[in-house]
């Protein structure tokens, strides 16, 4: 008599982390969006070190890096804590398509960075935009890597995109540039999403900033 076969299980819940790369040496103070060769500080460094220690203990099978320098150097550090575990570049990830990229911090400071709002270019990409990367990238991994944990470094405003639209939050500059909050660098957001890939929205969405100096998010995770 043959034995039944077992129901298939459904997958565990899914985890993505979503980090933002480390300090960037950047002498002349400007903002350098997709320009090459920005690579991290000697401080990025030592706070790559302590996003590493914080995510140590994590099951990760994968890390994700946008393809900007600075990115994948922080992706790389953060896999010593993970001998052999590869990293990936996603287009996806990449940080803000603008042509405000070279000009100096003190041109943008009077918008209070705003670009979206002040577009140069027809090209410029939108928070919309953004929000349509992010959704891909999420909805692609989840499919690929249903049940892991995984590891996406990229950029601030993404981080803030995702951030914002996981919460429901409307898309919007207000929603990213609020003045009490900003993902710090080397900070970590959580997602975790349940087996049932038709839903958008995660089970759980946290934050943590292990080199923030505010004790509210670097003491460890809190619920966003």
Known sequence: ??????PAQPHASTTLFIVRHTDVHNPNDIFYGRLPRFGLSDLGLEQAERTAAA???EPVSLFYASPQLRARQTARLLTEAHPGVPVRV???LAEVRTAWQGKAHSELE????????????ETDETLQALWGRVE???GRVRRRHAGETLVAVTHGDIVFIAQAGFLKMPLEVRSIRRGDFYPGKGSLTRLVFGPDLSETYPLEISYYDPNGRDK???QGWRAL
Do not use: C, I, Q
């Open 1 to 6: 008599m043959t034995p039944e076969k077992a």
């Open 55 to 57: 995510l140590a203990g």
């Open 90 to 92: 996603s287009r996806l």
């Open 110 to 121: 009077p918008f209070h960075f705003d670009f979206y709002s002040n577009p140069l270019h």
């Open 136 to 138: 891909r990238f999420v």
């Open 216 to 218: 509210k998010w670097s």
